[in-house]
């Protein structure tokens, strides 16, 4: 036997199954197929900016994150908790009353804000940022569209403020998510500040790899994980290797090639780096844009940033660094740098002719679909000895992701026996 398990996937899920299954007392071997752990979260360093593949953060209010990552060590860069809206006629911020109080007054007095509007998000989430149990554990659920219609949440907040935010959290402007997931996902930001590692996203995973006994196998792909008396066997370009069972942890993408299981459907967006010249003032804040008349951005960006306001660690001393999202489910999704470019221009009200493109990821498969029904499927056996794990299983997130790993630990030991 090469291990008791050997782990397909050095992605969040991965290598939190591994850990976990360490700390049980299994030996636990991971293999990888690219080059570095940390599968969507990784983060590319380019001419000394920190650009992560795909714009993305971290929510230490994930309970998940506050459980098993050691938050302090990765020095989290935190973001404003608010938003700037830019509409039609003006960019407006709006923020967190108590956590921005310098903002409060126009925050609340803002036509993006109506009283109506806010009423009815409070009876929408209340019950959940009280107990997240009324989400998880409901009976029912509906779109997110659909639910929103039915509580009357109708307004501005929703067309300016909520849907735009949504569609860059869910990679899918269409509202088809699951009503009660995203009740979670806004109780995760009302209660926590989002944030940038120190050293970029992957420190994330990072952490976790170096918590193993075993180094994680890099640029070692699994080509078929098959059942024998024994256990599993798991072949590679390097030769088969055998233990008493394996998770399977490769993303939704991949998971069709190595078990018998359906591709789930994915989302995906793509975004922009630019090394800006002067730092447009945005604050520690995302910028929205809700200027289509009806609602939705005029142009192809869903979201943008100044992430070394945001991070300073994340470009050289004096640099700037500029994060823009497209979301590759619309007809712009694949937009050209120039319109990237233009759009930049008009969202932040400054010339970007000079802007350096530093990079630009096109993340097909960002997020796996969360559509109405159970919250977290939880992994699944597709065999004796081989189990199917990942934020597929459980929620589109980093939070499931983590979930998904520990999850899938229980379920192995369980079925091995203590070690
Ligand atoms: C652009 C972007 C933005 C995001 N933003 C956020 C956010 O702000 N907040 C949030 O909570 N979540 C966010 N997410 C989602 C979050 O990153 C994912 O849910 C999570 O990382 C998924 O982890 P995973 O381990 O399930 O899968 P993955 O990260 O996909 O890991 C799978 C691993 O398996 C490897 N693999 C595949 N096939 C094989 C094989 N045959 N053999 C060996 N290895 C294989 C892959 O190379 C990969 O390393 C974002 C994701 C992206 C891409």
């Keep these: 036997m090469d291990a008791d398990v050997i782990v397909v996937g050095a992605g969040l899920a991965g290598l939190q199954s591994a850990r976990r299954l360490q700390d049980q007392g299994f030996d636990a071997l991971v293999l990888e197929g690219s080059d570095a752990v940390g599968g969507r979260v990784r ?251 009806g609602g939705g951005p005029a142009g192809p960006i869903w979201n943008t940033a100044v992430i070394s306001r945001v991070a300073p660690s994340y470009a050289p001393p004096g640099e700037h660094l500029v994060q823009a999202t497209t979301l590759l489910g619309e007809p712009d999704g694949r937009a050209d740098e120039q319109a990237v470019r233009r759009d930049l221009a008009r969202l932040y009200g400054t010339s970007t002719t000079r802007w350096e493109v530093l990079t630009h990821h096109v993340v097909t498969h960002t997020l796996p679909a969360q559509p109405p029904g159970p919250i977290a499927r939880g992994p699944v056996w597709t065999g004796e000895r081989v189990l199917v794990t990942g934020d597929h299983r459980e929620t589109a997130s980093i939070q499931g992701a983590l979930a998904a790993g520990v999850h899938a630990s229980r379920a192995v030991a369980a079925r091995l026996g203590l070690a």
């Design 43 to 293: 983060t590319d360093v380019v001419d000394g900016f920190r650009c992560d593949r795909g714009f993305q953060v971290l929510n230490p209010a994930y309970p998940a994150v506050d459980r098993w990552i050691d938050v302090p060590a990765l020095e989290l860069q935190r973001f404003g908790v608010g938003a700037i809206v830019r509409d039609g006629r003006s960019a407006t911020t709006l923020a967190h009353p108590l956590r921005h109080p310098q903002h409060a007054l126009r925050t609340l007095a803002s036509r993006h804000v109506p009283l109506r509007d806010v009423a009815a998000l409070a009876r929408w989430l209340g019950p959940t940022l009280l107990r997240p149990q009324t989400a998880t554990r409901a009976a029912t659920d509906e779109t997110l569209r659909a639910s929103l219609d039915a509580a009357g949440l109708t307004g501005r907040l929703r067309r300016d403020v909520l849907d735009p935010f949504l569609a860059g959290v869910l990679a899918d402007s269409g509202g088809d998510a699951s009503a009660n997931y995203v009740r979670l996902l806004l109780r995760s930001f009302a209660l926590g500040a989002p944030g940038l590692p120190s050293r970029g996203m992957q420190a994330l995973p990072e952490q976790l790899a170096a918590g193993l006994h075993t180094a994680v196998r890099l640029r070692t792909a699994a080509r078929e994980v098959r059942e024998v008396s024994s256990g599993v066997e798991v072949a590679t370009d390097a030769g088969s290797l055998r233990a008493r069972a394996a998770v399977i942890a490769v993303g939704p993408q991949h998971v069709a090639e190595l078990a018998s299981l359906p591709a789930p459907a994915t989302h995906g967006l793509t975004t922009w780096w630019f090394r800006a010249t002067g730092q447009p003032r945005t604050g520690p804040f995302l910028l929205l844009d809700a200027s289509r008349p």
